[in-house]
């Protein structure tokens, strides 16, 4: 996991200080994140905001010359004030430490090749609306990509290259206006061009009211570390990251016999590789745009269980458990995972293997397969894990290319300047409007191919 820019760091931090958190209790949980979680870096322009973290702090203690060489974007570039909201100067930045023979990933960077090239997949994490995040983030993850793909053969080698994906945290209303919209589609559409699939969270949804399902973090480090208004919706990020995480630990996870996370193998590839199919092969599109997966999250105390609770569990989560806005009934499909302790999830085996929750999934009132009238298919694939250190039955998804009102709003502000604005701001949008439509044409099942 690489967190870019303020969001980011933040949300490295909520997932250290959980891991943390966990250790210090002495709960089993810890061992998601110790086998889960390869390595993690934090990177900024601003010196200030990256010296404040938990991580700089806490977990690495840099000197604020070690700092400066593994966590500052633009190395000599600046003085390491920030971007501003300037997403061109963390573009600019990020691109001067890849100029010529520089390599900072290789160079200097806290993000370590071998850990990279070790792990199942690479999680970005940003925000689109600011500066750091916004510019920078799209320029790391296509440096990421020539560097795991270097001397492996080129194009071919694509399709099995180390999944790249970008968790992207979008403002609240209150919080965005017009530079913020084209700041939102401009930092998108630049992802979208250089990663697999982009995950994004509203942060007005993940907000109101806190959700009972965020995990614990020790207040004091939290308060400590994280701005106050975002400790609860980090607490949530979380616990969606914490349930990604839990799907990779089955083979990585070294505990001995039935105290151990089992189920399903989920690679992360699976979780947008067979969206990945279903693009149509347009000739005119300047690049195929990454795979949108919108999260959900829900869960019950239930200890037995019949379809009607299946039901209730899957309306909690697909219509009350969205952390992005959006109508399950537009996506493309989507992939979920059940996990709950050893006995709930014996007692669910029965309905699972029946595939009754799948066949819920995607009825009526929520992914609505059969009023999909294109020649190709709405996929539901829903996996399981037996997680020991749980009380209760979690279902957490994915679900893919649903139109996303949040984005879309920010598209058509967009949209509207380029179409009639004489500013430098559309002008500029204007050149890069081959990058910004491919996102958006392929949002809505309308568009699937
Ligand atoms: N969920 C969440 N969002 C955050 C957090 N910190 C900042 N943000 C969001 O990120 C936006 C600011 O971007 P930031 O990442 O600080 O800018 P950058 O440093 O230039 O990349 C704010 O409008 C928030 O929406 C955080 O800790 N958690
Ligand atoms: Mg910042």
Known sequence: MIGVGGAGNHIIDAVLMRRDTLRNNNSSLAEVWEGGLANYGSLNTNITELGETYYAREDRGFSREALVTNGMIGYRHHNYSGAGRNWKVGRQLMQKDFEGEKNAIRDRLDLNLNDIEASQAVMLINSVTKGTGCGATPVLAENIRD????????????????????????????????????????????????????????????????????VDIDQDMLG?????????????????????????????????????????????????????????????RAYKPAVVMAPVIGKTSASTFDRSRLDTLARSTLLQGQLVEFDPKTAWGGTFMVYGPEEKMEELAPLLSNNELS??????????????????????????LVVPHVDDVYLWGLLWNPHLPTLERMYDHARELVEHSDSQEASELREMWDTVEPLFDCLGRENMG
Request: no cysteine.
């Open 224 to 284: 400590r570390y994280n701005p106050p208004m975002y400790t609860d919706i980090n607490r949530l990020l979380v616990t969606f990251l914490e349930s990604f995480t839990m799907s990779s630990t089955p083979q990585s996870a070294d505990t001995a016999g039935t105290a151990r996370i089992n189920g399903e193998v989920f690679d992360v590839p699976d979780s947008f590789r067979p969206v990945q199919r279903k693009y149509s092969q347009s000739e005119d």
């Open 147 to 214: 560097l795991i793909t270097e001397g492996t053969g080129g194009e071919d080698t694509i399709a099995f290259s180390k999944p790249l994906i970008s968790s992207v945290v979008l403002p609240s209303d209150h919080e965005f206006g017009s530079s913020e919209m084209v700041r939102g589609v401009v930092g998108m559409a630049y992802l979208s061009k250089a990663v697999d699939g982009i995950i994004p969270f509203d942060n007005s949804k993940l907000d109101d009211p806190p959700s009972d399902l965020a």
């Open 359 to 384: 066949s819920i999934l995607s009825g009526e009132d929520f992914l609505a397969r059969e009023n999909f009238e294109g020649p190709g298919s709405i996929d539901v694939y829903v996996n399981q």
